[in-house]
């Protein structure tokens, strides 16, 4: 029955998301076990693509082989590796079995198999469940006998990847080889899916990109992507804080100076465009450009050429443009912060970044990323999301996005652990650990009459977030605006002028 599902699977046309999920699924059933887990190796990690009788954080944990025993013995042998009920090996799973959430398991059976696709290493598969004695010696057989027919599933599914263009099979190896909180966007939902495949696209292009979206949803990890697609790839990608280049120094730190433009310049000395020269520059928050830099980028958009401040001839550069900014442009526009014309040649290709609150299940996905990365800092035996604290995070409306939700993760991991909590544990993080703001939540039915009582505009519903936020951070740095920037997680320039901005100083 299990070789007549699998081999059904493998000639149908599905999506690669469906059939491993499929494959997972058949497995279960078939095994009779409580968790199936199909991972692929990434660097020196591996990463769950499909999972059934897990939590659904599970799809975020990134598990580091030499860090879970249990994962390098499977890694190590080409055949199925079962683990004794009373082995003391501790398992990657603890407390993530979706029936048996935030419960040590003293008591259960483990099994896997290392997967490889044309003679490379490629991934694992395991299967975990709370009765032992089900992974009898029949049932190695049976994991061993179909393994090959796993394998094809998988070989069949990276087939289709490389068919759907060559380019995002490249950027797939890529990915592979950075860590994952350096390169990787994780998320499984519609409005992410939607999000990539327009990278995809726009990516093999020369067109500027101006990715817009809210303070902390990953723009720079964006950018990035769209770099590692473009035919730019093998070239540097520059990246430039706009927010943070004083007025007086932008235009020399953007196009350089010769020796003698102004006083202290004893050299020559290029700028950013001179070292993306062939690659990509990446200006992020390009709304806090001065005017007066904005008209020479123009230029440099035109026809190419920069000109470096007390030089006389200008020189050409050969440099793609993804710019990024949290600000509504037209806005500043009308404001006279900045010009239209460089607005119109910077958004040529425009790409608005779904806040996480629109993301659905990605925050639970997101949010098993960031614990997994606590609980490999803090030297934690596992640390998991309770079902209340799940709801709360998809309840909650994240105006910080991304960024907030990896503070807060991290936070409620520091204040379970100072309450004296043996890291040996399986530590499970309660709703009033996250300390949401109650307030601030997902839209839901309102009264028509109370909502037209209580109109608010959107801009300062969203300055009055960024006070509070700064306000919090200065209080837990006793009013240190340089380690309120750090953890805020801004140039501290910046930080003054918003804080400036917003009435605060």
């Not at 999506?15 to 199909?38: I, S, Y």
């Not at 991290?410 to 993080?429: D, E, F, M, N, Y």
């Amino acid at each position: 029955m299990l070789e007549e599902t699998l081999l059904a699977d493998l000639i149908v046309e599905l999506p690669n998301a469906v059939r491993l999920q499929r494959l997972v699924q058949t497995l279960r059933e078939h095994f009779n076990c409580g968790a199936v887990g199909l991972l692929r190796l990434d660097g020196d990690s591996l990463r769950p693509l499909a999972a059934v009788g897990l939590v659904q954080e599970a799809l975020g944990r990134r598990f580091v082989i030499a860090q879970h025993p249990r994962l390098a013995a499977i890694m190590a042998s080409r055949a199925p590796t079962w683990f004794e009920p009373d082995s003391r090996l501790p398992d990657p799973y603890d407390g993530l079995l979706a029936d048996h959430v935030g419960e040590p398991l003293p008591v259960h059976d483990c099994m896997g198999v290392s997967l490889y696709v044309e003679g490379r290493l490629w991934g694992a598969l395991t299967l975990d469940t709370l009765l032992a004695g089900t992974f009898d010696s029949s049932a190695r057989r049976d994991l061993q006998r179909y393994s090959l027919m796993i394998e094809a599933a998988v070989r069949i599914t990276r087939l289709e990847q490389e068919n759907r263009g060559l380019r995002l099979a490249r950027s797939d190896i890529q990915s592979a080889a950075l860590p994952a909180e350096e390169g990787e966007i994780l998320g499984q939902s519609q409005a992410l899916r939607q999000l990539l495949s327009e990278l995809d696209v726009v990516a093999d292009s020369e067109l500027p990109v101006l990715l817009l979206g809210e303070t902390g949803v990953g723009k720079e990890l964006f950018a990035r992507r769209l770099h590692r697609l473009s035919r730019r790839s093998n070239k540097p990608l520059v990246q430039v804080n706009c927010a943070a280049l004083p007025e007086s120094l932008a235009e020399s730190e953007l196009f350089g100076h010769v020796k003698g433009a102004f006083s202290g310049a004893t050299t020559d000395r290029p700028g950013r465009f001179d070292a993306a020269n062939g690659g990509t520059l990446l200006l992020d928050e390009v709304g806090e450009l001065p005017l007066s830099v904005q008209a020479k980028l123009l230029r440099t958009l035109q026809n190419g050429e920069i000109q470096r401040l007390g030089a006389d001839k200008p020189l050409h550069v050969d440099v793609r443009i993804i710019a990024a900014t949290n600000r509504h442009l037209p806005d500043s526009i009308r404001e006279g912060h900045f010009r239209a014309d460089l607005y119109h040649r910077l958004s040529v290709y425009p790409v608005a970044i779904a806040p996480l609150r629109e993301r659905g299940e990605d925050v639970l996905i997101l949010a098993g990323h960031f614990l997994e990365l606590n609980r490999t800092r803090l030297g934690l035996r596992s640390i998991r999301l309770s079902p209340a604290a799940e709801r709360a995070l998809l309840s909650y409306a994240w105006p910080g996005n991304v960024r907030e939700l990896e503070h807060v993760i991290s936070r409620a991991a520091l204040k379970l652990l100072s309450r004296g909590v043996s890291r040996t544990q399986i530590l499970t993080l309660e709703p009033a650990l996250l300390d949401l703001d109650n307030t601030v939540r997902l839209p839901g039915p309102v009264d028509a009459q109370v909502l037209a009582a209580v109109p608010r505009p959107l801009r300062e519903a969203i300055e009055d977030c960024q006070r509070q936020s700064i306000q919090q951070a200065l209080e837990l740095t006793e009013q240190n605006w340089a380690s309120a920037a750090r953890l805020l997680e801004l140039d501290p320039s910046n930080l003054h002028k918003l804080a400036r901005r917003l009435r605060l100083k």
